[in-house]
């Protein structure tokens, strides 16, 4: 009879390691963005720079006063708002794809990111939104006597 010997397998403290990491986003998703059709939430890039994240969205066809940015507990919520253009009585609609609707996005901030010092804009449809990283968290020189 041959014996088996059983060898120890780090596979659960990694996975527990990437749980932890990762449960905070994965609730964030369930609980608030399943609210939203998935063809109503624009994406986004998110850039973490040397003092700074850039955050960068698609917004086409819409103007910075159909926006909502707000952040609360480093978590920033981005609302826009479409229209339906209206048709006339005497056009016909031969194909109709465009997306109208309230979009939105809940996004979970890095924690070294300083919510006070935020700043956006919005340029030919795209949305750009800037954090400085918290003056706490970046690299220091430091001087030999």
Known sequence: MNTIKR??????????DVWEKNFENLVNEI???????????PRINLLEKENGYELATALPGLTKENIK???????????A???????????????KELQTGTYK????????ADTETTDASMENGILKVYLAKR???LPKQITIK
């Open 7 to 16: 060898t120890h397998r780090p596979t659960t403290s990694i996975l527990t």
């Open 31 to 41: 609980i608030n963005e399943t609210k939203t059709p998935e063809y109503l939430r």
């Open 105 to 112: 996005r809940i996004i979970q901030l890095p924690k070294n």
């Open 69 to 79: 940015l707000s952040i609360e507990d480093h978590i920033l919520t981005l609302e």
């Open 81 to 95: 708002k479409s229209a339906e253009r209206k048709t006339e009585s005497a056009e016909k609609v031969h194909l």
């Open 135 to 137: 003056k706490e968290s």
